[in-house]
Every structure is written in structure tokens, then in C-alpha cells.
């Protein structure tokens, strides 16, 4: 019989209070897009529970703006803002010959969704999956030795609801052959991140890194821009920037179907904290 946690973190549950008592002193920590959304109270928790947090974002002065906002809420100096544009191999080369040291945390949350034109990279990929899986795969393997180093580090890839709409298509990853569709490619980004957080926990399990991918559930964020900024989800199941409960988070099964039985609580098979997950869903 499966032994499950119930956990009696609900959607209004915020970062802060599922956070309380966690001591991060000495944790280092990298939050990808941290200048925005969902990454600027990600980056704040780490800091408010003591952790060394740099904000990698394109928009840098954007982002130093948030990391002075941030140490001054939190009362931690150690708030730091590098360059990094993820649909740029230099730019990602760079950041992460730049980092010296372990890494504990790598959370990768940057994202864009549902570009409405095909838009390629300067390297020639689709937008979405260049930005949201291959920067993020780029920069995790390039750090994989900190992040070794870090003995126990923990990598989260933001995934989506999203990933339900569609797989990787490897035939066809940039839409050369097939007809470009906004939420296709989102769907394909998304289910790489997960597939990413699979293979990695694989790969690096004697490392001691352990990968998820979480849904972070419906927050309306700068996000939505293409899209007219309006969330599809309904009202009352949206999320705002602070609550923290991820709706789902994916690792050994990203294609089982998840739950549809609404917004309760999270259930989570115990493994959660080791390299054997499975896909979590509300029950
Ligand atoms: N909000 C939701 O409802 C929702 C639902 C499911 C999943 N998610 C996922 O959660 C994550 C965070 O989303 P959010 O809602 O917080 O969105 P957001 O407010 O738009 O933040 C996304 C961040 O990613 C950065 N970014 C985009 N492209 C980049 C690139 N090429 N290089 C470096 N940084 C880049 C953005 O930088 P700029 O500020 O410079 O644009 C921004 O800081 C995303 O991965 C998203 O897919 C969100």
C-alpha cells in the first residue's frame, strides 16, 4: 500500500510560512529570472531563511533593483544579480564559468509562454524551448561539478499544467515540418523540463543531486504577455506570487495522468525527498 504524506499546505499557504524553521545558512542558491513573478518570492524566501541567493536575469538593473529590495526586506546582504540570457550559449558560458564554488540550489524559473509568431533563437531553435528547457539544460550541466560539490543539492525546474497539452516532439523539436502552434511549444518546453528533472536525478543520483519539476499553478505574472496578461484558469483556483504550494510536482512519471480531482491538498509519496519520485498531484 502506498504511504503517503498529506500535506496540510493548501493554494493560500504563502513561502513564508511553509519555510518557517528552515535554516539555509550556508546555502548557496541561484534563481534563474528572479527579477520577476514567481522567481522575485522565490529568491526573497531563500534569503529570508539566511541562503546566499544570485538572481540570474537578462534585465539587470532590473534585477539589482529586486536583489536591494530584497536585502533590505529580509535584512540578508548576501543578495547577488549576474547576467544571464539563457537563449544565448555565451551568455550562459559565461555565468557559469563566473560561479566558483558549491552550489545547493538551482532553480530553474525562467520562462516564457506562448510566443504567438514562430520565433527562432539566434542559434536557430524555437523560442520557448530555447529558453525555457535548452538554457536550462545548458546551465545545469555546466554546473553540474558546484552542484557536485554541494554534496545534497537540490535542482528545481518549473514546469507546467501546461506539459499536458503536448510532448517532446523530437522529429520535429523546432517546427520546421509541423504547423507552429503557441501552446504546442510551450507544451513541449514544459514536458522537457520534466523529462529534464527525470534524467538528471538519474545521472547524478551518486552525486547526491536530486532534480524535480514542480507546477507552480496559475499566478497571474508578466507571464501571460503574449497572451493578452490574462490567466485562462479560473478565478478562484489561481495562485498569487507569494502562496508556494506547487500543484504538482513531476519526477520518475511525467506521463502519468495527474489527478482530476481539484485544488485540496498535496499529496506526496514519501520518497519525496529522495531520487525516487513519482508524479504528485492534489487529491
Ligand atoms: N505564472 C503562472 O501561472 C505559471 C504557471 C505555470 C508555470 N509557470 C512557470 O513559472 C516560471 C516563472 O514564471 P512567472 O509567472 O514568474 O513569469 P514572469 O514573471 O514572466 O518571470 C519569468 C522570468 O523569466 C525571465 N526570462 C524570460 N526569458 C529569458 C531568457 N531568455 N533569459 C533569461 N531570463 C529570461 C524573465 O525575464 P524578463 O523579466 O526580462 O522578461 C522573467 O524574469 C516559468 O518557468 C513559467 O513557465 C508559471
Redesign the pocket.
Known amino acids: 500500500m502506498r504511504n503517503f504524506i498529506v500535506s496540510a499546505f493548501t493554494r493560500e499557504t504563502t513561502a513564508d510560512e511553509v519555510s518557517k524553521g528552515i535554516d539555509l545558512s550556508g546555502k548557496r542558491a541561484i534563481v534563474?529570472?528572479?527579477?520577476?513573478?514567481?522567481?522575485?518570492e522565490t529568491a526573497r524566501t531563500l534569503a529570508r531563511r539566511g541562503a546566499s541567493v544570485t538572481i540570474?536575469?537578462?534585465?539587470v538593473d532590473?534585477?539589482q533593483k529586486v536583489a536591494d529590495e530584497i536585502a533590505a526586506d529580509t535584512g540578508n546582504p548576501n543578495v547577488h544579480v549576474a547576467a544571464?540570457?539563457?537563449?544565448?550559449r555565451k551568455?550562459v558560458a559565461d555565468f557559469a564559468a563566473a560561479w566558483s564554488g558549491p552550489l545547493h540550489l538551482l532553480i530553474?524559473?525562467?520562462?516564457?509562454?506562448a510566443i504567438q509568431d514562430l520565433t527562432l533563437?539566434a542559434e536557430g531553435h524555437e523560442?520557448q524551448f530555447?529558453?525555457?528547457h535548452l538554457?536550462h539544460f545548458d546551465l545545469a550541466t555546466r554546473l553540474h561539478p558546484a552542484l557536485a560539490a554541494a554534496d545534497g543539492a537540490r535542482i528545481v525546474?518549473?514546469?507546467?499544467?501546461?506539459h499536458l497539452f503536448g510532448p517532446v516532439v523530437f522529429d520535429d523539436i523546432d517546427f520546421r515540418f509541423r504547423a507552429y502552434d503557441p501552446l504546442a511549444a510551450?507544451a513541449q518546453?514544459?514536458s522537457a523540463?520534466i523529462l529534464f528533472a527525470v534524467g538528471a536525478t538519474q545521472r547524478w543520483a551518486a552525486d547526491g543531486i536530486v532534480a524535480n519539476a514542480v507546477?507552480?499553478?496559475?499566478?497571474?505574472?508578466?507571464?501571460?504577455?503574449h497572451v493578452g496578461g490574462k490567466?485562462a484558469?479560473p478565478p478562484h483556483l489561481?495562485?498569487n506570487?507569494t502562496s508556494t504550494r506547487a500543484t504538482q510536482a513531476c519526477n520518475r512519471s511525467p506521463t502519468s495522468k495527474p489527478s482530476r480531482k481539484g485544488p485540496g491538498r498535496l499529496r506526496l509519496p514519501r520518497s519525496v525527498n529522495g531520487a525516487s519520485l513519482e508524479y504528485f498531484c492534489p487529491s
Do not use: C, F, H, W
Request: aromatic share 2%; net charge positive; glycine share 14%.
Open positions: 534563474t529570472g528572479g527579477a520577476s513573478g514567481i522567481g522575485v540570474a536575469a537578462r534585465r532590473a534585477a544571464l540570457e539563457l537563449t544565448d551568455s530553474n524559473n525562467a520562462g516564457v509562454v533563437s523560442m530555447a529558453t525555457n538554457g525546474a518549473l514546469s507546467s499544467s501546461g510551450y518546453s514544459k523540463e507546477n507552480p499553478g496559475a499566478i497571474a505574472t508578466p507571464l501571460q504577455r490567466l484558469t489561481q495562485k506570487v
